[in-house]
């Protein structure tokens, strides 16, 4: 029987991404009706944009995840997936970005 599983391609992109500067999440933390991974965006947003974040913080205070998470989730339906990873998302007048982009050259 053949098998018509992409199990060893997906097996060499993740090796590859591993390789170069990528991590492995845990496909545990991944949540489907967000259609991401809320722990990889919060260690991002955190990380990278760490000012914005914490006037975000300090308004919502324990509410601040879930109530960006949403806003997140609104602008994905509203504009998609690949608009928002590219412009970011508008959150209380503050635009926080998804992906940085490596410059082209």
Sequence with gaps: ??????IKFE????????????SKADSKNFDRALALD?????S???ETQSAKW???????????ETVFL???TRAMDAWGS?????????FFGKNF???FFRPAG
């Excluded at 029987?1 to 992409?6: L, V």
Aim: proline share 2%; net charge negative.
């Design 54 to 64: 914490k006037i975000i913080a300090e308004y919502h205070g324990k509410n601040a």
């Design 1 to 6: 029987m053949i098998d018509h599983r992409e």
């Design 11 to 22: 097996e060499a992109i993740e090796h590859h991404l591993t390789h170069h500067g990528y």
């Design 70 to 72: 949403e806003e997140v």
């Design 82 to 90: 690949l608009d928002v990873l590219r412009h970011g998302v508008d």
């Design 44 to 46: 991002f947003i955190r």
């Design 38 to 42: 809320p722990t990889v965006l919060r």
């Design 97 to 99: 970005s998804l992906a």
